[in-house]
């Protein structure tokens, strides 16, 4: 069997969604769970985070995997739907539904066979993504109310685009915006993700949106999510399969981009872009080998990376590597592969047996 395995802690998650209630004070908590999880399974994830108020997700296919799971509660679509023909599906699944777009009120107008669902009203507060422009979004909401599917009056939202520098005065910006663009108007307000949940208090409102935060990622820019007290969710871990003795001058790999500066060992592990480990990665990047930190050499390749074994004259071939979770934490190996967290968790391929830990 191949030792490519992610471990994921059902106990963290559980930890983590304690620690986004503590700082969402009164705030419902909506446990966003899309793209699988955020890589580490969509339906394990919502089982070891019921307790949530409710779980956002992408598409109706992710909705749809949950009900068929048990989930019962309340599942929100964060894109809404993306053609008039998944409206029946949505009702009778009983989705939530974002509305950001013209096109999506016209489409609910004409849905000949209307029903009422649960809509929640996307404002562009200076993202510049996705919603109303914020002097359009009374008469959005208007026409939500009277096109004669909207259940209740719709929720109010917004997104921000740099929450994760907490420096950065453009969210304080993005709040004040949205909070004159729905001024006076009733129901629930959202603002939050992870970045907003942790670092803008004024951005909490009625229900928060974290993702990142519940798989132990810190959302910001800087540091890792121990200091915020989070837990890693996932471990990704292998074994060693090879360690062998190189002269100096010996070069590593495709390409020989990493060559030996003097006589040393090096290990082979079983791990590699094709499992999602990002080809990025440079020759520097942390791994721990039997629990020890050493570092990746040469480049990644589909089914292997090799480690620096010098300075470990202990270590034997079988012998575990970890490439980020319990001890090494992916936004360090992330910051070292020019990219995020959050993609190095959502890339982990099929063929990486996952394992759960921290059950009841
Ligand atoms: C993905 C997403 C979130 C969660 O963001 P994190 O940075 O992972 O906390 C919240 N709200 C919306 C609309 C999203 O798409």
């Known amino acids: 069997m191949r030792p490519a395995c992610a471990r994921i802690d059902l106990s963290a998650l559980r930890h983590n969604l304690t620690i986004a209630r503590q700082h969402a004070a009164t705030a419902r908590v909506m446990a966003v769970i899309k793209a699988n999880g955020y890589g580490h399974g969509l339906v394990r994830v919502a089982t070891a985070l019921e307790g949530a108020d409710a779980f956002g997700v992408a598409c109706m296919e992710e909705a749809q995997a949950l009900r068929e799971a048990g989930m019962a509660g309340r599942i929100v679509l964060l894109e809404g739907f993306f053609a008039a023909d998944e409206l029946a599906s949505i009702a009778r699944l009983d ?198 930190r050493s570092q990746l050499l040469g480049r990644v390749s589909m089914d292997m990376v090799m480690v620096d074994l010098r300075g470990l004259p202990e270590v034997r071939i079988g012998d575990p590597v970890t490439l980020w979770g319990e001890g090494l934490p992916v936004e360090e190996v992330a910051r070292h592969a020019g990219t995020i967290a959050y993609e190095l968790l959502c890339n982990v391929s099929q063929r990486v047996r996952m394992e759960e830990a921290g059950g009841d």
Not at 198 to 208: I, K, N
Not at 242 to 252: P, S
């Open 95 to 292: 989705l939530d539904l974002v509305v950001h777009h013209d096109w999506q009120i016209e489409a609910l107008e004409r849905w000949s066979d209307k029903q009422p669902l649960r809509l929640w009203l996307k404002v562009d507060s200076g993202m510049h993504r996705l919603g109303f422009a914020p002097e359009r979004a009374v008469v959005a909401r208007e026409r939500l109310l009277h096109s004669g599917v909207c259940r209740g009056v719709p929720c109010l939202m917004t997104h921000f685009a740099n929450a994760d520098v907490r420096e950065d005065r453009t969210t304080e910006r993005q709040i004040e915006r949205f909070n004159s663009a729905t001024e006076g108007l009733p129901g629930p307000r959202s603002l939050a993700n992870s970045a907003g949940l942790l670092g803008f208090a004024d951005s909490r409102a009625d229900w928060v949106r974290p993702g990142i935060m519940l798989y132990g990622v810190s959302p910001f820019a800087q540091g890792d999510g121990r200091a915020l007290d989070l837990r890693p969710a996932m471990t990704l871990t292998t074994r060693l399969i090879a360690i062998n003795r190189y002269r100096a001058g010996d070069c590593l790999g495709y390409g020989g981009s990493w060559c030996c500066p003097e006589p040393m060992t090096v290990g082979v592990a079983a791990i590699g872009y094709g499992d999602g480990y990002p080809r990025h990665a440079p020759s520097g990047t942390p791994v721990l080998v039997g629990g020890q």
